[in-house]
């Protein structure tokens, strides 16, 4: 995984005992889009959020236009299920792309995608363990799609909340921005 986010792990994870070797250093490696009107919709005991399934369809149309190797990764089934419906309705590769966190566990690919879905209670993010393999299976960068304002206040102690803090303010994207932003260096 990449230096920055491979260090962030270490320190808040590992007790500084991970160590880094990568090509990638920087920041740059981790981004935030930050979907202000999604909101978090029951589905029996889980959970989606409908317009984080709309920006991860929107950046996996880039990312298979750039002929980039990613997979999108989400903790709730019924969001996984939504994500691979919309990219076959978008006509991209849909077998092989999307897994809830669980199911990715020993995984990686260049680029991932994560869908957190939550926006107003942590859930599965008050779950180290699971939220440590959420963060650390991209091998060159990944985006996080999430409400930033979550983020910022609910989730601010959450290991993502501090990954954001860790994070220039340019990290950020906003997700109507996605389709023209210049997402990694």
């Known amino acids: 995984m990449p230096t920055h986010i491979g260090d962030f792990i ?10 880094s070797s990568h090509s990638i250093i920087g920041p740059e490696c981790c981004r935030f889009v930050d979907i202000a009107k999604g909101v978090e919709i029951s589905e029996g005991r889980s ?10 369809i929107t950046i996996a149309r880039r990312f298979t236009k750039e002929k980039k190797s990613f997979r999108i990764i989400t903790p709730y089934n019924p969001q996984r299920n939504l994500l ?5 309705k978008a006509g ?8 809830n966190i669980d199911a990715f ?16 209670k942590l859930g599965f993010m008050k779950e180290m363990r699971r939220t440590n393999v959420m963060l650390t299976r991209c091998k060159k960068a990944m985006i996080i799609c999430t409400s930033r304002k979550f983020i910022e206040g609910p989730a601010a102690d959450s290991l993502v909340g501090k990954l954001s803090r860790s994070l220039p303010d340019s990290a950020w994207t906003k997700g109507e921005e996605v389709k023209g932003a210049r997402l990694f260096v």
């Open 92 to 99: 991209l590769p849909w077998k092989d792309k999307c897994f």
């Open 47 to 56: 959970w989606k959020n409908l317009h984080e399934v709309e920006v991860a």
């Open 10 to 19: 270490s320190t808040h994870v590992y007790d500084e005992q991970l160590k």
């Open 84 to 88: 691979e419906k919309g990219l076959t």
């Open 105 to 120: 566990q020993g995984n990686e690919d260049d680029y991932i995608v994560i869908s957190l879905v939550r926006s107003a």
